[in-house]
């Protein structure tokens, strides 16, 4: 991250040495190492929660793409299904037409013939 050598650091040092004084400077660098330490710790935390954001965000992307091929599979196992039931429905229909042309042709001959009997 940030390119910082020894020599850097001796300098940084001695210049906080001469600033603060001995006595000063163990509670300095303590405070200064618990800010880092929250520093660090919220960094992680949030490079965290923005990995896992992608991660669910890419889940829910694969989910999708998956869901549209399932969908795409089941219409296509649909058709032949369809088609059939389409045909079966057709030829019911025809079935029905064809009984109650039969059942209505049945009622004239009957009526034909219970109106023969009446007359004497």
């Given at each position: 991250?940030?390119?910082?050598?020894?020599?850097?650091?001796?300098?940084?040092?001695?210049?906080?040495?001469?600033?603060l004084?001995?006595?000063?400077?163990?509670?300095?660098?303590?405070?200064?190492?618990?800010?880092?330490?929250?520093?660090?710790?919220?960094?992680?935390s949030?490079?965290?929660?923005?990995?896992?954001?992608?991660?669910?965000?890419?889940?829910?992307?694969?989910?999708?793409?998956?869901?549209?091929?399932?969908?795409?599979?089941?219409?296509?196992?649909?058709?032949?299904?369809?088609?059939?039931?389409?045909?079966?429905?057709?030829?019911?229909?025809?079935?029905?037409?064809?009984?109650?042309?039969?059942?209505?042709?049945?009622?004239?001959?009957?009526?034909?013939?219970?109106?023969?009997?009446?007359?004497?």
């Amino acid at each position: 991250m940030f390119d910082i050598g020894f020599f850097e650091l001796l300098v940084v040092g001695v210049v906080a040495l001469l600033v603060l004084g001995p006595e000063r400077l163990p509670t300095a660098a303590r405070t200064c190492g618990l800010w880092l330490g929250r520093v660090r710790r919220s960094l992680t935390s949030i490079q965290s929660e923005i990995r896992e954001e992608l991660r669910m965000e890419e889940l829910k992307r694969s989910t999708a793409i998956q869901k549209e091929q399932l969908e795409r599979e089941l219409d296509e196992m649909r058709q032949p299904f369809q088609q059939s039931a389409a045909e079966i429905r057709d030829s019911a229909e025809i079935a029905s037409v064809a009984r109650s042309e039969q059942a209505s042709n049945r009622n004239e001959e009957i009526g034909a013939s219970d109106s023969g009997k009446d007359k004497p």
